[in-house]
């Protein structure tokens, strides 16, 4: 090896070991490498990296505020649909005891509009009847004397004997009909 380095004309320098000089640059150069880092490199990273944090927590803060606001919305929302429901439901109910009201003062009314048309009609017939009999008495009682006078032969003129006679009769066949 010193035959190399004699040959150069230069004094043999060690490769592993660097010049004193190249020592002296390389340290300043690192120095001021590590001034520019410091200085303007390293904070205006930090203020990157601090942004990005208080924007990915704002984010995240944001993101729960908007959930339990969603979560509120979402539980007022059940609440007005369960009243809802109550409210239907009780609508219902209100209407179906309103419709048997109405169905029972229907049924009311069509009873006694019956009872009155059934009265009516057994006034009617009462009143028809009295007067049929008193019809038919009238009748049967003239048939009767007549049929009376032409058997004894004698006339039965007498108005008062007469509607005795004829009253005595009829007596006896009701009595006689009743049993």
Known sequence: MNFLAAEGGESAHNPIIPLWQEVVVGSVAFAVLCFVLMKFVFPRMEQTFQARVDAIEGGIKRAE???AEANQLLEQYRAQLAEARTDAAKIRDDARADAEGIRQDILAKAREESDRVIQAGKDALAAER???VRELRAEVGTIAVDLASKIVGE????????KGTVDRFLSDLESTGAR
């Open 65 to 67: 505020a908007a959930q």
């Open 130 to 132: 009295a007067t049929i």
């Open 155 to 162: 006339s039965l003129a007498d108005e008062a004997r007469r």
